[in-house]
């Protein structure tokens, strides 16, 4: 079964500053995706940046990006420029790929809980 | 283009009651996906509905049950509530296929007292 850990329960970070949020997974397959996901205090989550496993070049998306690291299991969330609206849990998650049946049901991290300080 | 709507957004029940839950995905999505997260185990999967039919689902007891009507509105279903039921419930929605980006809704916190 596929896992994924993140291993930082809480991570600050000041105005304009860089975060990493680190990321490992467990699988056995080749192909999935991968994904964070942000989920500020108002509770609903949305969609950060995604990651295909047969593309070898990093998402991006603005201030958001990724490093995938296929071999070592490795998919780290580099927020640059952080702004007070980036506070939140961060979630890192991992869907398969194959087949109708995997569907897309996402296996989450426990999350990173995100503060940004003035 | 509205959102996911879940309702009702809080509700308080006790032991052995049962409780619905209620999913309205974006329109034009037919696959709705619900998830219980909880402090102690995180963000689990429940199951997912495409076009009325459950395709997928996760590890939780037969108390736990689903549908979703032609409408691509889903409900689920807890019989027999638990105190560690408490958690909140997100529905998300999504076009099928596995590249689909899922979009949640707020969430329906239910307490078991």
């Known amino acids: 079964a596929q896992t994924v850990t993140q291993s930082q329960p809480e991570m600050s970070v000041q105005e304009a500053e860089t975060v990493t949020l680190s990321c490992t997974y467990d699988?056995?397959?080749?192909?999935?995706?991968l994904f964070w996901y942000k989920q500020p205090p108002s509770r609903q989550m949305i969609l950060v940046i995604r990651?295909?496993?047969?593309?070898?070049q990093n998402a991006t998306e603005n201030r958001f990006s990724v490093n995938f690291q296929k071999a070592a299991k490795s998919f780290s969330l580099k927020i640059s420029d952080s702004q007070l609206g980036d506070a939140a849990m961060y979630f890192c998650?991992?869907?398969?790929?194959?087949?109708?049946?995997?569907?897309?049901?996402?296996?989450f991290g426990k999350g990173t809980t995100l503060s940004v300080s003035s | 283009k509205a959102g996911v709507t879940q309702t009702p957004r809080y509700l308080i029940k006790t032991r052995g009651q049962q409780v619905t839950l209620s999913c309205s995905p974006i329109?034009?999505?037919?696959?709705v996906s619900w998830y219980q997260q909880t402090p102690g185990q995180g963000l689990q999967f429940l199951f997912e509905?495409?076009?009325?039919?459950?395709?997928n689902k996760g590890n939780f007891p037969g108390r736990f049950s689903g549908r979703q009507f032609s409408n691509s509105r889903s409900e689920m279903n807890v019989s027999t509530l638990e105190l560690g039921d408490s958690a909140l419930y997100l529905c998300?929605?999504?076009?099928?296929?596995?590249?689909?980006?899922?979009?949640f809704g707020e969430g329906s916190r239910l307490t078991v007292l």
């Open positions: 990651q295909e496993a047969y593309k070898q």
């Open positions: 998650a991992y869907r398969s790929a194959y087949g109708t049946q995997a569907g897309t049901a996402l296996i």
């Open positions: 998300a929605s999504h076009s099928w296929g596995n590249t689909g980006e899922l979009f």
């Open positions: 699988t056995s397959e080749s192909d999935y995706y």
């Open positions: 329109s034009g999505h037919r696959s």
């Open positions: 509905y495409f076009s009325e039919t459950q395709r």
